[in-house]
C-alpha cells in the first residue's frame, strides 16, 4: 500500500508529456493567443517595430540601441528564452503549487509583457507623436544652412508681435506686412536648391533681411536707403507670396532652368515667383519689375510698383495673366 501511494503522488507531481504541452499552451497569456485590439501589441515584430517608434524621441542611448537592432539584427531581451528556476523541496505541495502557478506563463514572456506595459504606456502620452514630428521638424527646420545667429534671428522674427509697429515706423501697409512676415518667417515652401532637387523648410536664414526686419521693428531712426530697402522688401515677399499661391514655384526644378555652375536662369522658358516679383532690398528708387522686360517677357504697359505699394494686387494679376497662371 506504501508503494501504491507513493507511485500516485509521483503520477500526480509529473503528468504525462502530452498533458504537460498542452497545459503550457492553455496557460498562455490570452494577450498572445488571441485577436490583438488596437492598442495590443501581440508578437515580436510588433513590439519591436513600438521599440523602434519611441526610439526617435528617447535619449541618445536608446537611439543608438533602435539603430543596433535595426543594423545587427539585435534581438530586445523580451525575446530570449530564460533559464527556470526549480524549488528545491519538490515533494512539499505548497512548493509544487508555487511552481506550478509560475509555470503557467511560458518563458520568456514575463519579460514581453513588461516590456508591453512601458510601450503603452508611451503610446498613451498624448504628445509621444508629436514629439517624433518636433525632432523632425527641427531636423529640417531650414530649407539651406546659416549660421546660428542667423536661425536664432529668423525664429526669433517669427514668434516676435512686431507687425504694428513695422507699419507705424514705416508708414507701409499693415496688409503687406503681415503677408510678408508669414511668407518669410512664418511659412514653410518647397524651394529647389539645384536641378531636381527640392527641399521643404522655412526660408534659409539670412542676416540682410532679418536686420532690416528688426531695424524697422525696433523703432530706430531709419536712412533714405533704409527706407527703399524695406519697401521693396514688402514688393517682393508680397508678390512672391501670391504668386507661389497661385502655383508658381518659387524657382524652377528643371534641369533646364539652371546653368552648368548651378545657378538659377531668369528665364521665360521657366518662370519662378522668385524672379518675376519686384527686385528687393534696392538701396534706391527704380523700376523693380525690370526682368518682366529683358528676361521674362511679361507685358506690363506702363506699370510700375507704387510708393506706397497699394498697387501690388495689380502688379500680381498682370504678372499671372502674362504668366498663363
Not at 5 to 10: Q, Y
Not at 91 to 117: I, Y
Request: glycine share 6%.
Amino acid at each position: 500500500m506504501l508503494h501504491d501511494d507513493t507511485l500516485a503522488r509521483l503520477q500526480y507531481i509529473s503528468p504525462p508529456a502530452q498533458e504537460a504541452e498542452t497545459t503550457s499552451h492553455d496557460s498562455d497569456p490570452p494577450s498572445l493567443v488571441e485577436s490583438p485590439g488596437a492598442d495590443e501589441r501581440t508578437s515580436e515584430v510588433e513590439l519591436r517595430g513600438d521599440v523602434a517608434n519611441v526610439a526617435s524621441t528617447a535619449d541618445d542611448s536608446t537611439a543608438s540601441t533602435s539603430r543596433l537592432a535595426d543594423e545587427t539584427g539585435y534581438q530586445p531581451a523580451a525575446s530570449s528564452p530564460r533559464t527556470e528556476q526549480l524549488p528545491t523541496d519538490i515533494e512539499a505541495a505548497a512548493a509544487k503549487d508555487q511552481k506550478l502557478a509560475g509555470d503557467s506563463v511560458p518563458a520568456g514572456c514575463s519579460d514581453l509583457l513588461e516590456t508591453d506595459a512601458v510601450a503603452a504606456g508611451i503610446d498613451s502620452e498624448p504628445g509621444s507623436l508629436a514629439g517624433v514630428d518636433e525632432v523632425a521638424e527641427l531636423e529640417h527646420e531650414f530649407v539651406g544652412d546659416a549660421s546660428p545667429e542667423e536661425m536664432d534671428q529668423y525664429r526669433r522674427i517669427r514668434e516676435a508681435d512686431d507687425v504694428d509697429a513695422l507699419a507705424d515706423q514705416s508708414g507701409m501697409p499693415h496688409e503687406v506686412i503681415e503677408e510678408a512676415k508669414q511668407h518669410l518667417f512664418q511659412r514653410q515652401h518647397d524651394v529647389a536648391v539645384g536641378p531636381d532637387d527640392v527641399r521643404h523648410g522655412y526660408f534659409t536664414p539670412d542676416a540682410l533681411y532679418g536686420d532690416l526686419w528688426e531695424r524697422v521693428a525696433s523703432g530706430a531712426e531709419l536712412t533714405d536707403k533704409n527706407r527703399m530697402e524695406f519697401w521693396s522688401f514688402l514688393a517682393h515677399e508680397y508678390v512672391e507670396s501670391r504668386l507661389m499661391a497661385a502655383g508658381l514655384p518659387y524657382r524652377s526644378p528643371d534641369p533646364e532652368a539652371w546653368d552648368q555652375s548651378g545657378t538659377p536662369l531668369a528665364t521665360s522658358d521657366y518662370p519662378s515667383a522668385h524672379n518675376t516679383a519686384p527686385l528687393s532690398t534696392r538701396s534706391s528708387r527704380m523700376d523693380l519689375l525690370i526682368l518682366w522686360d529683358s528676361s521674362l517677357d511679361i507685358p506690363r504697359g506702363d506699370l510700375r510698383v507704387a510708393e506706397d505699394l497699394s498697387n501690388l494686387d495689380e502688379v500680381v494679376r498682370v504678372a499671372k495673366e502674362g504668366l498663363g497662371l
